[in-house]
């Protein structure tokens, strides 16, 4: 078995949430980058997604910098076959099912298939699910689709349940980047209990209640990506909150500890 793969099975059997830091090479570049790296150092998320709708710039040489720099384990999120790296540890390895563009459903997989193999990278076979975040995203120009209805929850899991049957390990609901609004909770929630694949959820994901709502709802990885570009420093509230999540607060910082933890 895979080790990141595993790595997300223990952890959601232990119920530990986890975060994975999304960066853009076109978009974390300069004085950005150097800040992040220098943030990452010292707040290790789970994983680090590099990827975008849109990348140009060199995944390899981005990928590289990081690993000389940062401990996390860094994971392909591509948005088209040319974004393959041998330099990452593990890709997601997505096929766009919300969308009827065979294109992303498999077509860019065959371009990719026999170098991705060749490579021995971890492989995770992935259902990629784009939800409607309230404006058109990246995704769906590039991909020439439409994103599931925010109150079509029973699409979405039944979209998940086919990847499942299909014998996808992953499944990703993504309002796209940069979304007004994430993924409803109660579609969320509604996918996790219904579906018995771990499941991830990124896009429009701005502040902690967010963060939090999301893992309330079932989310076992949180992928944040866009506030990060702009204010890097957040990487560590939002790592903090998710290595802390599920844990009361000490008394010393204000809150009573639950009944059974007091001391009789």
Known sequence: MSN????????RELNRKMIAVLLDPDQCRGIILSRTI?????????????GGSHTVSSTDSFID???????????????NGSQFSTSADAMLYLSLLS???????IGQHITSSIAIRKSNIEVIPTGYLL??????SSVEYISNTRPIPRE??????????????????????????GADIPV?????????VGSSLPLLVGGGIRTLDQLNDAFDAGADVVVVGNVFESEPEKIIEFTACTRNYGQFVPKEFG??????????
């Open 131 to 136: 939800i409607d975040g309230g404006k058109p």
């Open 99 to 105: 969308g009827r563009n065979a294109e992303f459903l």
């Open 38 to 50: 220098a943030i990452l150092k010292m707040n290790t998320p789970d994983f680090i997604f590099v």
């Open 184 to 192: 409803p909770v109660d579609m969320i929630e509604y996918v996790s």
């Open 65 to 79: 910098i990081l690993k000389e720099e940062v401990k996390s384990e860094i994971v392909l999120f591509p948005g």
């Open 255 to 264: 809150e009573q500890a639950p009944e059974d933890q007091q001391e009789l």
């Open 4 to 11: 990141i793969y595993k790595k997300i099975l223990v952890n």
């Open 152 to 177: 079509k929850k029973e699409i979405a899991l039944s979209t998940a349940v086919a990847a499942e049957l299909l014998g996808m390990r992953l499944i990703y609901l993504e309002a796209g980047s």
